[in-house]
T-cell receptor
Framework: DAGVIQSPRHEVTEMGQEVTLRCKPI?????LFWYRQTMMRGLELLIY????????DSGMPEDRFSAKMPNASFSTLKIQPSEPRDSAVYFC??????????????FGEGSRLTVL | GDSVTQMEGPVTLSEEAFLTINCTYT??????LFWYVQYPGEGLQLLLK?????DKGSNKGFEATYRKETTSFHLEKGSVQVSDSAVYFC???????????FGTGTSLTVIP
């Protein structure tokens, strides 16, 4: 079975450039999460969607960050303009609603972003 | 609000040593509790879970028991291997929704 697929795996860009990270969740999952992981701050939730609708974006650091989910099988996280402090590993994860709340998060392999 | 606190790392152990990584939680209601593991260069993956008080989750020789009286979910393994070297995250899912809360992670290095 295909898991959560993220692209690109690695991205190196220069400050000021636009960066777009992509995610394909597991088919049938109705929740999608974007996380950022750094040594300093650990794993941070940026935003999550339910049935393609953004539910909580309070973790998005600032207006330079935006996320969309145009359909159930695709989401993007965009940074424009990028800054060196955005360098991190960005993870996408998906899950399905479970009435017993025993659900599990399935993570992609991450996109490692380096902004020079 | 809901939160998870886990012991600071890094932890370094010799092969076959006993492992404990402490995790405590704060939550309203009755959350489900998880341990996730992240191997180098990979995403997080579920290691084990427990959905109600006194449940014990186990996998790959790791165990954790959901203790409501102490609001804890400590991870243990009797004999660690080099291949267990990874970062371990304690997490909960709130029973008020599908919001996951992760601890800060504990890095484990096992030396031969």
């Amino acid at each position: 079975d295909a898991g959560v697929i993220q692209s690109p795996r690695h991205e190196v860009t220069e400050m000021g450039q636009e960066v777009t990270l992509r995610c394909k969740p597991i088919s049938g999952h109705d929740y999608l999460f974007w996380y950022r992981q750094t040594m300093m701050r650990g794993l941070e939730l940026l935003i999550y969607f339910n049935n393609n609708v953004p539910i909580d974006d309070s973790g998005m650091p600032e207006d330079r960050f935006s996320a969309k989910m145009p359909n159930a099988s695709f989401s993007t996280l965009k940074i424009q303009p990028s800054e060196p402090r955005d360098s991190a590993v960005y993870f996408c994860a998906s899950s399905f609603w479970d009435p017993a709340n025993t659900g599990e998060l399935f993570f992609g392999e991450g996109s490692r972003l380096t902004v020079l | 609000g809901d939160s998870v606190t886990q012991m600071e790392g890094p932890v370094t152990l010799s092969e076959e040593a006993f492992l404990t990584i402490n995790c405590t939680y704060t939550a309203t209601g009755y959350p489900s509790l998880f341990w996730y593991v992240q191997y180098p260069g990979e995403g997080l993956q579920l290691l084990l879970k427990a959905t109600k008080a006194d449940d014990k989750g186990s996998n790959k020789g790791f165990e954790a028991t959901y203790r409501k009286e102490t609001t804890s979910f400590h991870l243990e393994k009797g004999s660690v291997q080099v291949s267990d070297s990874a970062v371990y995250f304690c997490a909960l899912i709130s029973n008020t929704g599908n919001q996951f809360y992760f601890g800060t992670g504990t890095s484990l290095t096992v030396i031969p």
